[in-house]
């Protein structure tokens, strides 16, 4: 039985840290029509939300184009256009902290995605947290919860 | 005590409809400093994820600038920037559907924001359906499984 967590939950449970999960990539089936729902900015891309399906925590947001929609789609692990080094990434790949796709949605416009994930390993932050939103406005929202990151 | 609850449910649960609940718009404390982490793309933009507080489903993803981020820190509800109409917009100001801000949280990179809300009326969606997010791609995916979307 799921009980709920908290939104940003940074450390691993004890029970999760005792039987860590061994996880399955899976693909999700599609049709063309429902890859011809999505709409891709001026740029090619559309913005993809990826949520953790234990907890429901937001893990974070990143940029797909076509491409990168159709091999996450095929695959069952996330793919992402990187606009900086103009090229494919799946995540993970060299972290180890690899997202196993459980199911994608497009909103009602077709411009966001919304990718619900088994997260491997740390997390899906590069600054170790385990979601990238680990800062909040507010008293003491500067500081994040989870490991220090790299730098700071 | 909270119990898990599905990430897309699209009617209000009966016990919801037996006791609807009544939100109050609190202001967000923030400083100048952490309002200035957020990096606004080259149309002074940045991504707003929207999530429930109380079962964590993502509702609907849109867009805000500085302007419409202050707003929605000092209001307590959400306002967004209308790319289409160029104008801000308040969520559910005329359907009645509004969203009473319960944190805002930046991610690494400061590109996207996290906003947890209380959702009021019937939901996010201007279709009917309480998250913008109601079709999955995957046999009967396409299907909304809440009201039928006016005009389809």
């Known amino acids: ?13 004890s029970e999760a840290a ?27 891309l559309v913005g993809a939300i990826v949520q953790d399906a234990s907890d429901h925590a937001v893990l974070m947001f990143a940029w797909m184009n076509h491409e990168s929609l159709r091999r996450t789609l095929e695959t069952g692990r996330t793919w992402f256009w990187s ?3 103009q ?14 796709v459980r199911s994608v949605s497009y909103d009602c416009d077709g411009d966001a995605l919304l990718v619900v994930v088994d ?21 003491g ?4 919860p989870g490991p220090t990151p790299p730098g700071q």
């Open 1 to 13: 039985m799921h009980q709920g967590a908290p939104l940003v939950s940074t450390t691993q449970t």
């Open 18 to 44: 005792a039987a860590p999960h061994t996880f399955e990539a899976t693909p999700v089936p599609f049709t063309e029509d429902q890859l011809d729902q999505v709409a891709y900015n001026k740029d090619g």
């Open 83 to 85: 606009r900086s080094r």
């Open 87 to 100: 090229e494919y990434w799946c995540k993970g790949e060299t972290s180890g902290d690899r997202q196993y």
């Open 119 to 139: 997260q491997a390993g740390a997390g899906a932050c590069h600054t170790g947290n385990r979601t990238c939103f680990y800062r909040a406005f507010g008293p």
């Open 141 to 144: 929202g500067a500081t994040p």
